[in-house]
Nanobody, 126 residues
Framework: QVQLIESGGGLVQAGGSLNLSCAAS????????MGWFRQAPGNEREFVAA????????YYGDSVKGRFTISRDDAKNTVYLQMISLKPEDTAIYFC???????????????????WGQGTQVTVSS
């Protein structure tokens, strides 16, 4: 069982920035992928970004590319999401997920993740 605890959400004006954190209860290993997804009311869970320890690569959704950056701290078993130039359409609950041996394509699919955090609300006002 993996526990994921997100933090860092909040209210920010358009154009502002926020940093999210996701701490895992297990050591980050070569087989691990940790990803960020978001879900706005009435919408499906949308891929935001993922980091694969297996390929040492980061992947981003098209709507956040160039504005969001995913990074990790292995010593803290934590993955971060730095968000800049935030837009009202970025408003959603942001979830952190973890999965094993995910590929470039499967890391974008919520159903491929085994564990999820409780989510953190991000609200961007216009």
């Amino acid at each position: 069982q993996v526990q994921l605890i997100e933090s860092g959400g909040g209210l920010v004006q358009a154009g502002g920035s926020l940093n999210l954190s996701c701490a895992a209860s297990v050591r980050t290993t070569m087989s691990l992928t940790m990803g960020w997804f978001r879900q706005a009311p009435g919408n499906e869970r949308e891929f935001v970004a993922a980091f694969s320890w297996n390929t040492n690569s980061a992947y981003y959704g098209d709507s956040v590319k160039g504005r969001f950056t995913i990074s990790r701290d292995d010593a803290k078993n934590t993955v971060y999401l730095q968000m800049i130039s935030l837009k009202p359409e970025d408003t959603a609950i942001y979830f952190c997920g973890s999965g094993s041996t995910l590929t470039t394509s499967s890391s974008r699919l919520p159903r491929q993740y085994d564990y999820w955090g409780q989510g953190t609300q991000v609200t961007v006002s216009s």
